[in-house]
């Protein structure tokens, strides 16, 4: 729209704009209140094709939501006015609806309508609205000559009731006009986003040091720190940092050396110690051998204190050999040639972890939470198993006489006893931990119960949609094989077959 106006010497440049985010959603509001029969039209004149339009059309019109009433949703509603505030489709839809303006504008320039401003803007734009259902906001509108006199410019600011602008200018907080290529253009940009960052960035200290900050940030201390919920530990399992040159390693409170801090290994001589902050690279280098200027004490040493302790750690320190050349660095365990991956960090497949994180948070659809949204009616309750139970997160995976036996055929095939919890978040630590606190057995049996809980839903899910069912003795061979895939996946050298 803008080249075609500004083809001719002395035109006006009309530009929507408003330093609030007011106008924004305002142009989308109007957009949505547009005729979808209108909106349709512009697509079809560009020859999108037929599907395309009619998926678009489907997203408008087909929109539906609920209100959050004291933590429960009601009953879903359909909105009148198309797609929701800040939809992601909108602003693709918006251009697509103010093509018509373009296009109106060649129009009327081919037919030698449009010199300069002869003809009334403002009725061209009143036109617009009339054909499209988008509503041009004049207070909030601002006007820019190009090669017009002030006084001419002012004249016609007056008739259109917008306010006279100059370039360059903000549009949407990005500048328009001027020498783009000179950084002084951009410093405006930069400093919001400075100012901005650094409001982020002060927040997540805040809440790091407190404890506090977004539930997303707390989650991701609580991985760091490895405490709180199911599978805490598994970062603090799998990272290990490895000494290089020690300047970012503490001598006396990481463990850099046999995997435990020399602190708590030689806690006497760490208490004494005056130096308790030097990195390994420093204390290298004051000399940590025998009568080296590292060992500096509050007080003398005593005589066994020498000979059982100090000697010890010097031997300890005799055999470590630097990497001078390279820093201190993370290494992956997991995998130490490739080093960390996004696919790697998964020990299981992503859905299968999706699936066990909605059921310990009672997330998955089963019957029971679909009857409150009003997707199913509430004579529709009952287990799929047609054991006569409802279906709830609780039923269906631990107390259903069909389902719920397969955790004591799976007790028989590994070969140990214990009672089942009815909580999912106790059932899985029990489980987890029922072959004793060692690691591996740890992760093995957490392997078994995410193999348990994905062949549950997916044999709930077969029966309620696809019509098959299944025996315990098959659901346990699939549990069987899908921990046997899965262990192969995350070590190739494993000798084993379904039936060993």
Known sequence: MFRSLQEFRGCLLVISHSEDEDVQKLNYERLSEANHSKTNQTPRRISFPTLWRKWIKECVCTVTG???????????????RGLRQG????PFLFLLAAEGLNVLMKALVANNLFTGYSVALRTVLVLFELMSGLIVNFNKSMLVGVNIPESCLNEVALVLHCNMGKIPFLYLGLPIGGESRRLSFWEPVLTRIENRFSVWVGEGLVGRQRGEGSSWWREIVKIRDGVGGVGSEWFRESVVKRVGNGAEHFFWTDPWLGGRPLGERFGRLFDLAENKSCSVAEMFSLGWEE?????????????????????????????????VQTSDYWQWKPDLDSGYSVCGAYRYPLKVTICAWRLLRDRLPTKANLVPWGIIPSAALFCVSECGGIESTQHLFFTCGTFGTLWSA??????????????PSGHFIHFVGALGERRTRRSFMQLIWLACVWVIWNERNNRLFSNTTQTVPQLLDKVKWHSLWWLKTSNVTLGANLHS
């Open 410 to 423: 799976v007790r028989l095939w590994i070969g140990f006893s214990s009672m089942d919890h009815q909580n």
């Open 291 to 323: 009568g080296g200027e590292a060992w500096a004490w509050r007080r003398q040493l005593w005589a066994w204190e020498e000979e059982e302790m100090l000697r010890e750690c010097q031997t300890l320190l005799l055999n470590f050999s630097f990497q």
């Open 87 to 90: 939809d992601p489709l909108s």
């Open 66 to 80: 609920s209100v959050l009433v004291n933590g429960s949703p009601t009953d879903a509603f359909s909105l009148e």
